[in-house]
């Protein structure tokens, strides 16, 4: 098609032709690249109304995964590679026209050969593989999908907006939810990249699980568990964390951020975190992986206190993109909210935790090690020196997926282990993943399930949920309910807020 509109060029090619036509190829020469590497990541073609927005997160996120170096090698190698495509395929579209206005006779006869040959493999129906046919139009398709992509995410702006304020217990006073949780301490758990795959497919996930849940019962706990759909496949899991707390469908950057702005009204987006706060409790979140400010946890949220890296006393080393092991999170945490001091009464605390040792590229691994030897995390210095490479795991994929399942597998144990040592007898946590590992994890075609839990002490608690019909134990199987990750919180608020009919 470019060959045959230069022919039909007669006086000449115009100084414009390669700018017009090259740099349209070299953008959407970049989009191709960019949906290879989204879905081997995260299962999803780029969007080019929103994915921009990820640059900055993903070259923290290496920084902190593989050191900062690494990091800054990457974006200068994608920018200088970005800069490439779009330079070098205008002044190839240039050269290519030169050559066809000084040879039209020959470029005719190969115009006319590839016409036909075209034809005849797209009637044949000719692939060179499965997912490529030889007479492609893929080119044209791309392009055609982005201009959709983008005329979608704004209709869905509009969509989304008339969304966010229709709440069903955005009226309801706040004396008159969760009252069947009064005096409970409530944690809600996120560890990371613990998806369905985990459960079904690591042998060290299933040992812990099996593990646990026979700890826990020795210890008086009880528990049920199911799967959630989660907005987010492999990444981007603060997603998963809106949606469970606003009960909306955050699938995506814009609408995160629409979300978010509504903290600055005068009637925010109802959270979980705001309905504990609003029936007497003190809400705290917990992101260890997060250095700096971030006012959205008060502002929108409305969380009281936000422990980040910076605040909750950790002396020990990294451990990939983990700045701590989460056993000392839970350590922290459980010493500056939940220890009981001579003479100090205290708030129940509902608190959201990011567990986050699990997160890619799951090397190094921290081990448990006893209670009272955490401190303040010097003891893991000697852990961090002997223990496997990030560049060890990913010399193959199985390396890769052992990797994954020993990391989630010590979550797990880390938060039974915490479970069976506390002295909060009136502890409830709900306990879940985020979103599946990438890929290479997950394989091709994976669904966007996790697993989540409810774990007690006092009977009364899960027998609040009964008609939810979750399975007994950690680890729910194939026949176990599985809701939308947005249906979450409504369903929570009238399980455990009897006065408002739940």
Known sequence: MFVAVLLALRRGVPRWFPVAVGLPLGVLLTVRLLDVALLAAFYRPFNPLTDWRYVGSAAESLGESSGALTAVLAVVVAGLSLTGLLVLTPLAVGRVARVVDRHRRPALRAVVVASVAWVLCASSGLHTSSDLAVASSSTAGLAAR????????????EAFAAQIPVDSYGHVPPGDLLGALRGKDVLVVFVESYGRVAVEESPEVAGALTAGASGLRSAGYTSRSAWLTSPTFGGISWLAHSTLESGLWVSSPQRYDQLLATGSSDRPRLTLARAFSGAGWRTVDVIPANHRDWPEGKAFYGYEQVYDARNLGYAGPDFGYAPMPDQYTLSAFDRLEL??????????????????????PWAPLPHVVDWPAVG??????????????????????????????QSVAYSLDSIVSFLRSTHDRNLVVVMLGDHQPVSIVSGDHADHDVPVSVIARDPAVLEHIAGWDWQAGLRPGPAAPVWPMDRFRDRFLSAYSPDNGG
């Open 339 to 360: 220890e009981r001091r001579p003479g100090r009464a205290r708030q129940p605390v509902m608190a959201e935790m990011d567990l986050v040792t699990s997160h890619v």
């Open 146 to 157: 982005e201009v959709t992509s983008v005329r979608e995410g704004l209709r869905d702006m």
């Open 376 to 405: 303040d995390g010097s003891i893991y210095a000697a852990q961090a020196a002997k223990a496997t490479t990030p560049d060890t795991v990913w010399a193959s994929p199985r390396g890769v997926r052992t990797a994954y399942g």
